[in-house]
């Protein structure tokens, strides 16, 4: 009953925050990318694809890795404050992970976008997802973003020609913050966001239990 008190202690106020409807994207290999949110029981799943990662001293997986593996355990043993995680597979297949928070009703945080299954411009859906999870479902008017890697600031800032922000302390550290706003949302939004809903019951159902990648092309000669 102490531990279950403390416990209580521990874990921050919840809030309610709408689901992420589940869509799928056909990617330039023909099979569907189906993106949806992350629920408790996948987390040990996660965790368990973004840990080799964190040993890769390329592009930047070492640190992208090793921040959302902890951003994910915390979120899986309520340590964050109104957090999301949306995971995207092939075949049921874990192909890339981004995760953020919501900040206030009007304010959002993105985290990270992590890629396993490079090549489909996989992670570029996905930061799209989050963004339009952001703006279309939590309904807020400013996400506050930062890029670790070369490839995500192309991405992201040069992309969707984020806001610069350098005032604003981002919760990842001391990178310049940027900003995608309402009217950059919906500026590019017609290019960038993809998806079709609902997804057929067939195809969701391949997502329903992740499977873990059994190759990393960031890991030469891996296998699990």
Not at 20 to 32: D, E, H, L, N
Request: charged share 25%; hydrophobic share 40%.
């Amino acid at each position: 009953m102490i531990l279950d008190e403390l416990e209580k202690r521990l874990r921050p106020p919840e809030r309610p925050m709408p689901p992420y409807p589940p869509k799928y994207i056909v990617v330039a290999s023909g099979q569907p990318l189906v993106i949806r949110q992350a629920r408790h029981d996948d987390f040990p799943a996660l965790l368990e694809a973004v840990e080799p990662l964190a040993r890769v001293r390329k592009d930047f997986y070492d640190i992208v890795a090793s921040r959302m593996y902890a951003e994910l355990l915390g979120q899986y043993i309520h340590r964050v404050v109104d957090p999301y995680c949306l995971v995207g597979t092939i075949d049921g297949v874990i192909a890339s992970i981004v995760n953020g928070r919501m900040i206030d009703e009007k304010r959002g945080m993105s985290y990270h976008t992590l890629t396993i299954h490079r090549g489909l411009r996989c992670g570029a859906h996905m930061f799209a997802a989050k963004m339009e999870y952001h703006m279309e479902y939590l309904g807020q008017d400013e996400v506050f973003i930062v890029a670790e890697s070369f490839i995500g600031f192309k991405r992201w800032m040069i992309e969707y020609q984020l806001e610069s922000r350098p005032e604003l302390q981002h919760e990842l550290g001391g990178a310049p913050s940027y900003v995608l706003t309402r009217a950059l949302y919906d500026m590019y939004k017609p290019r960038l966001v993809a998806g079709t809903r609902p997804v057929p019951p067939e195809i969701l159902a391949t997502a329903d239990e992740l499977i873990l990648p059994d190759e990393y092309p960031q890991i030469p000669g891996y296998k699990r």
